[in-house]
């Protein structure tokens, strides 16, 4: 038998056509390609090909992966199938042209035989998620979806070029009898009804109209790539590709030394870096960050989506603004025609960024908790830009919610945002026999309680629970006292930048003249800003949470512990212990050692929900929707347990108010995991 292959353009004439089409075709995607990137250059520069090398690995695990996109099983499993099929499908397409254009004799057996087969499979493959799309979006029609003209195109375009692909190779097979047909199993399928309806000139007409239908389909297809949906195809692995490595969430430090910085914080587009807008086109529109958004489910009116592409459709009204005043500057030959019209040196006619583009109740909604984010598939950034639009209002013009203003000033004036005294921060911790390091400067370790733990009298009794367990495994420790303050959490997540910089500065200043090199936290807000953010300010300090340090004092057997016995217990992860500082395991862990029956909630690990008290929303009132923490809370009650345990004071705080809410103090008690475990040292 002959070698498996077939003829490159059987029974057609003028295939030479081929190329002015896809010229044709690809000046059009160039065109489009130019297009948004004069948009994204109307940001600022920032340097993201840093990332190229560690994109590379991202593009495999997230992107051919699809690791974020199935843990939505449902629209995961969906679009793996849609990408795979084009994936194989334009293996093909390629693996012929090199042959047919470029004369290399590639097209023939095993490679002809495994290209036929998975062309089928996963073109087969395509159309069910091609199916399985159009029965989301138009019949089921989740909330997340907005079913834009561009999709049902889209959907029908790939539905159509896939067919008519499977037809002309059944009229094909049918005119030819090929004998490798078994390996094209769907092309042999449809040959049998054509060949039984049709005769062989027939079959050849039919076959020479559906290959140049099917050719223009495909040169549309590429024209319309770049103006469609369908650009995140390249987007989305690019967006993967300069993501953020590291610890997230960190904003980015503004010098107010600098006499040449005129405004703080980001009110207008080009303030905004070019990756910041280039996110807004590299959106799939999806949803998932709306389906995970804690303001958006408790009936808040921010939607993460729809700032990201409330910006994106911002972004193309100033871009046609800016080539409108820019064709008008070289019509009149003014000064402007010399340096090209830009949007910082024109009026552009557009509306404000904030209030007009994005209202204000949207960003101070917002609890910075970075579901959106985590469950992004292609890594879209939203939470900075609410901290530099913050930023702008209460730095430059004063606006921020009326409860933020008591925050602030207490925070100036006393070092904690409650207002208490700062000479009586000390006061608890003393009682139970801790020393500051100012009298015992040889400690190993500096235990930073936080205002939470230092005045808050619901967390007084986590401190108080911390301390026993650290004296009881012998960990030598002290205290700063009446000198330590507020991290500054809170003021920077509020867009007080300034008040950040002045607390987190006394405190860099304070530790370092005692020589602190550890620090053991009990709150994440402390621990992920002391050890992800102060170094900023040359603040560097090995930092630690106190659920990581307490498995390891157990695990070292430093600290041994008693059993619960029939007890059972839900764990809330805080969002800033767990989404962005990757602590999961560790408290749950501790919990099982000590014999708790662990149950999750509804929301767990990286699809936890906020308690609401997050992105400094702790100090402010709730106007809109349903209270996040009761909602939290509801969860916690559905779990049916004897406890809820937390690792957070704020959580524990908002947790402890759902409960009260909810009247069912006397079925469910909060606690935090130290008071848990220190109740298990009590005999020994």
Same mark, same amino acid.
Request: aromatic share 12%; net charge neutral; glycine share 8%.
């Given at each position: 038998?002959?070698?498996?292959?077939?003829?490159?353009?059987?029974?057609?004439?003028?295939?030479?056509?081929?190329?002015?089409?896809?010229?044709?075709?690809?000046?059009?995607?160039?065109?489009?390609?130019?297009?948004?990137?004069?948009?994204?250059?109307?940001?600022?520069?920032?340097?993201?090909?840093?990332?190229?090398?560690?994109?590379?690995?991202?593009?495999?695990?997230?992107?051919?992966?699809?690791?974020?996109?199935?843990?939505?099983?449902?629209?995961?499993?969906? *679009?793996?199938?849609?990408?795979?099929?084009?994936?194989?499908?334009?293996?093909?397409?390629?693996?012929?042209?090199? !042959?047919?254009?470029?004369?290399?004799?590639?097209?023939?057996?095993?490679?002809?035989?495994?290209?036929?087969?998975?062309?089928?499979?996963?073109?087969?493959?395509?159309?069910?998620?091609?199916?399985?799309?159009?029965?989301?979006?138009?019949?089921?029609?989740?909330?997340?979806?907005?079913?834009?003209?561009?999709?049902?195109?889209?959907?029908?375009?790939?539905?159509?070029?896939?067919?008519?692909?499977?037809?002309?190779?059944?009229?094909?097979?049918?005119?030819?009898?090929?004998?490798?047909?078994?390996?094209?199993?769907?092309?042999?399928?449809?040959?049998?009804?054509?060949?039984?309806?049709?005769?062989?000139?027939?079959?050849?007409?039919?076959?020479?109209?559906?290959?140049?239908? *099917?050719?223009?389909?495909?040169?549309?297809?590429?024209?319309?790539?770049?103006?469609?949906?369908?650009? *995140?195809?390249?987007?989305?692995?690019?967006?993967?590709?300069?993501?953020?490595?590291?610890?997230?969430?960190?904003?980015?430090?503004?010098?107010?030394?600098?006499?040449?910085?005129?405004?703080?914080?980001?009110?207008?587009?080009?303030?905004?870096?070019?990756?910041?807008?280039?996110?807004?086109?590299?959106?799939?529109?999806?949803?998932?960050?709306?389906? &995970?958004?804690?303001? =958006?489910?408790?009936?808040?009116?921010?939607?993460?989506?729809?700032?990201?592409?409330?910006?994106?459709?911002?972004?193309?009204?100033?871009?046609?603004?800016?080539?409108?005043?820019?064709?008008?500057?070289?019509?009149?030959?003014?000064?402007?025609?010399?340096?090209?019209?830009?949007?910082?040196?024109?009026?552009?006619?557009?509306?404000?960024?904030?209030?007009?583009?994005? +209202?204000?109740?949207?960003?101070?909604?917002?609890?910075?908790?970075?579901?959106?984010?985590?469950?992004?598939?292609?890594?879209?950034?939203?939470?900075?830009?609410?901290?530099?639009?913050?930023?702008?209002?209460?730095?430059?013009?004063?606006?921020?919610?009326?409860?933020? !203003?008591?925050?602030?000033?207490?925070?100036?004036?006393?070092?904690?945002?409650?207002?208490?005294?700062?000479?009586?921060?000390?006061?608890?911790?003393?009682?139970?026999?801790?020393?500051?390091?100012?009298?015992?400067?040889?400690?190993?370790?500096?235990?930073?309680?936080?205002?939470?733990?230092?005045?808050?009298?619901?967390?007084?009794?986590?401190?108080?629970?911390?301390?026993?367990?650290?004296?009881?495994?012998?960990?030598?420790?002290?205290?700063?006292?009446?000198?330590?303050?507020?991290?500054?959490?809170?003021?920077?997540?509020?867009?007080?930048?300034?008040?950040?910089?002045?607390?987190?500065?006394?405190?860099?200043?304070?530790?370092?003249? =005692?020589?602190?090199?550890?620090?053991?936290?009990?709150?994440?807000?402390?621990?992920?800003?002391?050890? &992800?953010?102060?170094?900023?300010?040359?603040? &560097?300090?090995?930092?630690?949470?106190?659920?990581?340090?307490?498995?390891?004092?157990?695990?070292?057997?430093?600290?041994?512990?008693?059993?619960?016995?029939?007890?059972?217990?839900?764990?809330?992860?805080?969002? =800033?212990?767990?989404?962005?500082?990757?602590?999961?395991?560790?408290?749950?862990?501790?919990?099982?050692?000590?014999?708790?029956?662990?149950?999750?909630?509804?929301?767990?690990?990286?699809?936890?929900?906020?308690?609401?008290?997050?992105?400094?929303?702790?100090?402010?009132?709730?106007?809109?929707?349903?209270?996040?923490?009761?909602?939290?809370?509801?969860?916690?009650?559905?779990?049916?347990?004897?406890?809820?345990?937390?690792?957070?004071?704020?959580?524990?705080?908002?947790?402890?108010?759902?409960? +009260?809410?909810?009247?069912?103090?006397?079925?469910?008690?909060?606690?935090?995991?130290?008071?848990?475990?220190?109740?298990?040292?009590?005999?020994?």
């Amino acid at each position: 038998m002959s070698m498996a292959t077939r003829q490159v353009y059987w029974n057609i004439e003028g295939e030479h056509w081929l190329y002015l089409f896809f010229i044709i075709a690809l000046i059009i995607f160039a065109y489009g390609v130019y297009k948004r990137v004069s948009l994204w250059k109307l940001g600022q520069p920032e340097n993201r090909w840093k990332y190229l090398s560690q994109g590379i690995k991202d593009i495999i695990v997230y992107g051919f992966g699809h690791k974020r996109i199935l843990k939505d099983s449902y629209p995961g499993i969906m *679009h793996v199938c849609i990408f795979w099929g084009f994936v194989f499908l334009a293996f093909a397409t390629a693996t012929i042209t090199l !042959q047919a254009d470029f004369g290399l004799q590639i097209f023939h057996g095993w490679l002809y035989l495994f290209i036929k087969l998975t062309a089928n499979l996963f073109g087969l493959a395509a159309i069910l998620g091609i199916a399985i799309a159009a029965y989301r979006r138009y019949i089921q029609r989740p909330d997340r979806l907005d079913n834009k003209t561009d999709d049902a195109f889209t959907l029908a375009l790939i539905f159509i070029i896939v067919l008519t692909g499977f037809l002309i190779e059944g009229a094909r097979i049918a005119a030819t009898s090929d004998p490798w047909a078994g390996w094209g199993f769907i092309g042999q399928w449809i040959s049998i009804p054509l060949k039984a309806s049709l005769n062989q000139a027939q079959l050849l007409s039919l076959h020479k109209f559906l290959w140049w239908f *099917h050719l223009l389909l495909a040169m549309t297809f590429i024209a319309y790539f770049p103006y469609s949906k369908l650009f *995140h195809v390249l987007l989305g692995p690019l967006n993967i590709v300069f993501r953020n490595r590291g610890p997230i969430g960190i904003p980015e430090l503004i010098d107010f030394e600098d006499e040449n910085i005129e405004t703080f914080g980001k009110s207008q587009l080009r303030e905004f870096s070019w990756k910041t807008l280039f996110n807004t086109d590299a959106c799939l529109r999806c949803g998932r960050c709306q389906d &995970n958004c804690p303001a =958006y489910l408790s009936g808040k009116h921010l939607n993460p989506k729809k700032i990201i592409q409330d910006m994106r459709f911002f972004m193309e009204e100033v871009g046609t603004a800016v080539k409108a005043a820019q064709k008008d500057a070289l019509a009149n030959q003014t000064a402007e025609a010399e340096t090209a019209a830009t949007e910082e040196n024109v009026e552009l006619p557009v509306p404000s960024l904030i209030g007009e583009v994005i +209202a204000e109740e949207d960003l101070w909604s917002c609890t910075t908790c970075r579901s959106c984010e985590q469950q992004c598939p292609v890594f879209v950034e939203h939470v900075d830009k609410t901290i530099d639009m913050r930023r702008h209002l209460v730095l430059m013009e004063t606006r921020f919610p009326a409860e933020a !203003q008591l925050a602030f000033r207490n925070m100036e004036n006393n070092g904690n945002p409650w207002g208490i005294g700062w000479t009586t921060r000390v006061d608890y911790l003393k009682v139970l026999g801790v020393k500051t390091f100012a009298e015992d400067p040889s400690a190993e370790y500096l235990y930073w309680p936080g205002c939470s733990g230092a005045f808050d009298a619901r967390n007084q009794k986590v401190s108080a629970a911390l301390v026993k367990l650290l004296q009881a495994a012998g960990v030598h420790f002290a205290i700063l006292g009446n000198e330590e303050k507020c991290c500054g959490d809170s003021a920077r997540k509020l867009g007080n930048e300034y008040l950040f910089y002045t607390l987190a500065s006394e405190n860099i200043e304070v530790m370092k003249g =005692y020589g602190v090199k550890k620090i053991i936290t009990q709150c994440p807000h402390c621990f992920n800003i002391l050890k &992800n953010e102060y170094p900023q300010l040359d603040g &560097n300090f090995e930092v630690v949470h106190h659920s990581t340090f307490l498995l390891e004092l157990v695990k070292s057997g430093k600290l041994k512990l008693n059993n619960i016995s029939g007890k059972s217990i839900t764990y809330h992860d805080s969002c =800033y212990l767990g989404r962005y500082n990757q602590i999961y395991d560790q408290p749950r862990e501790l919990l099982k050692i000590v014999g708790l029956k662990i149950k999750e909630m509804a929301h767990t690990g990286e699809k936890s929900f906020c308690c609401g008290a997050g992105g400094g929303r702790m100090w402010l009132e709730e106007h809109e929707g349903k209270r996040i923490n009761v909602m939290r809370t509801d969860e916690a009650i559905a779990a049916k347990t004897d406890y809820v345990g937390t690792a957070c004071p704020f959580c524990l705080t908002m947790i402890v108010d759902g409960i +009260a809410s909810r009247e069912v103090g006397e079925a469910l008690k909060a606690l935090d995991i130290s008071e848990i475990l220190e109740s298990c040292i009590s005999r020994f």
